[in-house]
């Protein structure tokens, strides 16, 4: 069966830094574009970033662009959400998704077919 797990999450002050990581087994991890979305309190789910099953193509939403950086080591079925100078409006849980595209990207939540449990951060004031 199909898992995806989220790691990393923490609590930092505004300025720092966080890796998140996004594992996933049961699937040929290689051949899925992987996203990343969050959900703050009081909010809706949004996207984050996503990375093709390739790593050639990758997209953020304007919030996050220029702070954070996704990459994926398909060798070790991994996904990473670098994420620097963090911000209070970045507190949520982030949620890994996993979708078989073929190629490219996704930031429509509604395609994704695997998700993770999410992975809280933190960021204080």
């Known amino acids: 069966q199909v898992q995806v797990s989220e790691s990393g999450g923490g609590a930092v002050h505004t300025g720092g830094s966080l890796r998140l990581s996004c594992a996933a087994s049961?699937?040929?991890?290689?051949?899925?574009?992987v996203g990343w979305f969050r959900q703050g309190p009081g909010k809706e789910r949004e996207f984050v970033a996503a990375i093709s099953w390739s790593g050639r193509h990758v997209e953020y939403t304007d919030s996050v662009k220029g702070r954070f950086t996704i990459s994926r080591e398909n060798w070790k079925n991994t996904v990473y959400l670098q994420m620097l100078s963090l911000k209070p409006e970045d507190t949520a849980v982030y949620y890994c998704g996993v979708v078989n595209l073929g190629a490219g990207t996704t930031s429509q939540e509604w395609k994704y077919d695997y998700w993770g449990q999410g992975t809280q951060v933190t960021v204080s004031s």
């Open positions: 049961g699937l040929t991890f290689s051949s899925y574009s």
